[in-house]
């Protein structure tokens, strides 16, 4: 599974947010600046995170961005399903995906699901098992 700039952008600028955001709202130009992303592009996820309601945007002079709920309660899974939509990497009829699949007709005998859905299920159980929370104590470690 290879995740696309909007997974991989998104997680960079949310773990900034979570991490510069503990005492006011961040503006997208200062996420920007901090991560080497355009504020256009910026823009987009946030629009994402927003509709997920992961982010809440605040208006006015001091406005900009703030997490929804605690940094411990968030977990990459989370953000990573905002951005990017369902993790699993195979479509496949057999292992009951989240994705409408195609009808499979060999679905009932074949033994390569049992590969596909180890794979859905440990990405999914790792992704799942890392929290924002964690991530921005480490940020902060390296600063």
């Known amino acids: 599974m290879k995740l696309s700039t909007k997974g991989r952008y998104g997680l960079r600028a949310f773990i ?10 961040v503006s997208l130009t200062s996420i920007a600046e901090r991560q080497g992303i355009s504020i256009s592009y910026l823009e987009q996820l946030m629009a994402k995170l927003k509709k997920s309601g992961l982010v809440n945007s605040v208006r006015g002079v001091n406005g900009g961005y703030v997490i929804a709920k605690p940094a411990e309660e968030i977990s990459v899974g989370d953000v ?9 990497p195979v479509d496949c009829a057999g292992i009951g995906s989240n994705k409408a699949t195609t009808h499979c007709n060999g679905s009932a005998h074949c033994v390569s699901k049992i590969v596909w859905k180890q794979i859905n299920d ?22």
Do not use: C, F, H, M
Not at 80 to 88: F, I, N, Q, S, V
Not at 127 to 143: A, N, P, R, T
């Open 80 to 88: 990573l399903r905002a951005l990017e939509g369902d993790l699993t």
């Open 122 to 143: 440990s990405i999914n159980d790792t992704v799942d098992s890392i929290y924002i929370g964690e991530l921005v104590k480490e940020s902060k470690k390296e600063q």
């Open 16 to 25: 900034d947010l979570a991490v510069w955001g503990e005492e006011e709202p």
